[in-house]
């Protein structure tokens, strides 16, 4: 691609005259995030997915262990009621516990 | 960054990762989009906007792409016409102002900031600048970026006889500019 007077393409090569301010692609592309909706990839690497999942577990646990805690309590207290009802029938004998509905029933 | 078009594809069509896989196509394809767009228009600052509004347009159009071609075919296809809209409005609004479009591009090229190279470098881009606005499209992706003809066909919808005849044109054209100002 010689020309007549010896400028060839190949002496101007394929370099461009041009340049572009510092940084501005990546800037570019956050724009276009942000834009788009798209969460900056710099947050994304600021917390790992393992981090995520820990985190997930943690609020789990702090969450369900107060339910979990009040379930088994109601549940011991039900079972101290009853057996604490079971243990003052044992002590009354039959005749004693007639008397006493007998008597409730006729003050009423 | 080469990211697979195949699964960027797949992503794009689903919502839940169409952001992220968007996110990524742009921080593939920026680079050579922006120098495809600032060939043509030359000032880096309407070369910032012609590369936004390409990208904003993908994202709205992203439902219209069907696949039947690649990612970057329909990127530079958007990036193009974009580009030549834009320049197709700076003419009409500088209509009454200057005489001609090598006038304009001039005044765009000699005002830009992000403007350096020797002397040779900005000789061949004044040449490029008295080409008809098609060849000087064809030259500069064929010149500076090597594009196959077949790619370009696929990019313009123009032949590849016919995309070759223009890319000679546009040589001989530059040769004879450079062989009058020695």
Known sequence: MKTNKNISFEEIGK???FSVPENYFEQFASRIDEQIGYKSSGARKLFKPWMYMAAAVFVGIMVLT??????NNKRVIAQ??????SYVLSQVDETALMDCYVDDASKK | MNPNEKDLQIQLSQPNKRAGAFSTLVRSYQ????????KMVLSHEDANDVLQNTFMKA???LD??????QVSTWLYRIATNETLTFLANKRMRNLQSIDNDEDMMLQNLQADTYLNGNELQLKLQKAILTLPEKQRLVFNMKYFDDITYEQMESILGTSVGALK???HHAVKK???IFSEEE
């Open chain 2, 64 to 69: 219209g792409f069907r696949g039947d071609s």
């Open chain 2, 165 to 167: 005849a223009s890319y």
């Open chain 1, 80 to 85: 101290n009621k009853d057996s604490y009802e």
């Open chain 2, 59 to 61: 994202w709205n159009g």
């Open chain 1, 15 to 17: 370099e461009l005259p």
């Open chain 2, 31 to 38: 680079e050579r989009l922006y120098w495809h767009i600032r």
């Open chain 2, 174 to 176: 530059i040769e004879k």
């Open chain 1, 66 to 71: 107060p339910v979990s805690y009040n379930v």
